[in-house]
């Protein structure tokens, strides 16, 4: 199964993308990982015409089963929980014009199913990325290697309840 983990951002918006298996050992592959850009000097509705052009064509290429986006938590900022939100939006509506399911996880949850501690710090979880993944080095930029927990956790929740599913018969 291929996961695509979204890390919104209107300025940088980090995707990767995750193969594993829902069933038998738990491993995990990054098979693409990135960031998408606009320039914040740009008028938004530009630059959220080229996060939808820039995810349009990465769906289109990657066709994964789901789509794992970080759910909108508040922040000091409202100027930044508006771009995050705006990006989020681009990327769930995409996803359902093609079917696709989409989750969204809260950062706590990712950290917990990342590095099993949901106070976990950044490079805890970008270093458990790499291990879970098999990878030399963490993944970068930053927000690349919070797609791939986000696509991580996707995989990992989904196992979980399939696991709970069967255990109570249904």
Sequence with gaps: MFVLGVDPGLTRCGFGLVEGALEGPET????????????PSTPVELRLRQLYQEF???????????VSVERVFHSRNANTVIGVAQASGVVIAL???RNIPVRQFTAQQVKLAVTGYGAAKKPQVQAMVARHCHLASVPEPPD????LAL????????RTERRFLVERGA
């Design 56 to 66: 349009s064509i990465l769906l289109d290429e990657c066709t994964p089963h789901a």
């Design 151 to 158: 696509a991580i956790t996707y995989l990992s929740f989904e």
């Design 144 to 147: 690349a290697a919070d797609a």
């Design 28 to 39: 995990f592959a990054a098979r693409r990982a990135g960031t998408i850009g606009t320039s």
């Design 95 to 97: 996803a359902g014009a």
